[in-house]
């Protein structure tokens, strides 16, 4: 149990659940390639069968952390600061995010879209999850749509997240991790004969980076 003064500060978005932080190479997406500070906020109740960071899910294993402390770790590294999780959406995300465009930083976001939008972004990455549908908020302001693909119906759940998200996002699909040796050849074709979609694949496990 959190004292209720640091409960408080949590409530604010003044501190957060912070599990882990690293620099590296975005591996996924519109800007994969490209060198970023990862902050990795705990707490998600989405609940995917197969996410690859299942143990960001219990909030309580990650302790809170001011913002000040992360900002100025994140600041040290990299002109672009993405900030995942778990879920970040969870939390308030507005102090985090005006304390590191103080800074200079651009600032990105994974999410499911599962909550409310909070925050200023310089980059929304909407990856949408059946288990709990995206909020308006986020199909309005996402420039990407990441659906990921772990069998065939999830090409119908693409098509029908496509429809609600707003008509700039740039559409990409990518092979759920254990299932991409039957599910990359299925995407390659989708993408070649539906060219508004693109082709993500999570680089950096190819990489070995984190
Ligand atoms: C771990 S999630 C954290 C952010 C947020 N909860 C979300 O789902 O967008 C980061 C990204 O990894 C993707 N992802 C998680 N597990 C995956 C897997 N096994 N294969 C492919 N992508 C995966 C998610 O869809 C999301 O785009
Ligand atoms: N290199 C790298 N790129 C990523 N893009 C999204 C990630 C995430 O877990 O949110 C991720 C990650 O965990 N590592
Ligand atoms: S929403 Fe994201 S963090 Fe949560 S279970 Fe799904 S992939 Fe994992
Ligand atoms: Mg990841």
Known sequence: MLSKEIQLEVNKGAMLPLMEE????QGEGFHTGTA???????????GC????VKESWNAELH???GID???SNASKYSETVVVTGG???MWDMTLLTQNLKGKGRKVHIETSG????????DWICLSPKKNKLPTQTVYDNAHELKVIIYNKHDFIFAEEQAEKVNGNAIL???PEWSKKEEMTPLIVDYVMNNPKWRVSLQTHKYLNIP
């Open 172 to 174: 990409f699909l990518q």
């Open 49 to 52: 069968h197969w996410c690859d």
């Open 22 to 25: 690293f620099y590296t190479i």
């Open 63 to 65: 302790p809170p952390t």
């Open 36 to 46: 970023a500070y990862f902050i990795r906020i705990g707490g998600c109740d989405v």
């Open 69 to 71: 402390v992360i900002v």
């Open 114 to 121: 599962a909550y409310p939008l909070t925050g200023i972004w």
């Open 87 to 89: 879920e970040p959406l």
